[in-house]
């Protein structure tokens, strides 16, 4: 069964570095999200993405985050300078459409040092 | 404010004991309601609802929502220890989603 792969599966950055989180979403799919789950809180939206643009993103996603599809396969997380808060796994999900289910990846854990 | 709320936020019971979990939540806009298991890492998606009254049913897992009521339960019947998990309730509004914090959910041989 397809699925949505993330790399790395753990990224340990110095604080006010820049990360960039790698996804490949389910190959059909036309739809890309990111979240976040702080340890021991619930998992946030961030960034819906169609169509080569932002559909929507929550207050979370300020100025320090940016996503991108740089090619035909990859959609990037890229945080500018990270802050010790930024600590968290985050998910790259996918779907074929907008009102279908989306898929997950196993997810990112950066740790922010 | 939290917008979904999920409860119990814990739960263990034994292998083949019936278990209903809680979702309710209070948005602007609803367009879907999504259950996801989570293990060890990845959400998996166990259902999308997104009219009242009409149960998904998937093996010994089912669903339900209530859009007069703003709720929606997860049963699992004759429970199993692979079910043990954490159960992740979400809602689609406005075009954000939301999170609930979780029930977690063991099974005991």
């Known amino acids: 069964e397809p699925e949505v792969t993330q790399t790395p599966s753990h990224q340990v950055t110095q604080m006010g570095q820049e990360v960039i989180l790698r996804c490949v979403p389910i190959?059909?799919?036309?739809?890309f999200y990111w979240y976040r789950q702080i340890l021991g809180q619930k998992v946030e939206f961030l960034v819906s993405f169609y169509n080569n643009e932002i559909s929507e993103k929550s207050e979370i996603f300020d100025d320090q985050f940016s996503v991108e599809r740089p090619d035909g396969s990859n959609f990037t997380l890229k945080i500018r300078s990270t802050k010790l808060e930024d600590s968290a796994m985050y998910f790259c999900?996918?779907?074929?459409?907008?009102?279908?289910?989306?898929?997950f990846g196993d997810g990112t854990r950066l740790s922010i040092l | 404010e939290d917008k979904v709320v999920q409860s119990p936020l814990s739960l263990v019971v034994h292998e083949g004991d019936t278990v209903t979990l809680n979702c309710s939540y209070e948005?602007?806009?609803?367009?879907?309601l999504l259950w996801y298991k989570q293990e060890k890492k990845a959400p998996t998606f166990l259902f999308m609802l997104?009219?009242?009254?009409i149960e998904k049913k998937s093996g010994r897992l089912s669903s339900i929502l209530d859009k007069k009521e703003l709720f929606s339960i997860l049963n699992i019947t004759a429970t199993q220890t692979g079910d043990s998990a954490i159960y992740l309730c979400a809602v689609e509004a406005a075009n954000q989603f939301y999170f609930g914090t979780g029930t977690s959910l063991t099974v005991i041989p």
């Open positions: 190959s059909n799919h036309l739809y």
């Open positions: 948005v602007t806009n609803f367009r879907s």
């Open positions: 999900a996918s779907s074929s459409l907008s009102n279908q289910p989306q898929h």
């Open positions: 997104t009219s009242s009254g």
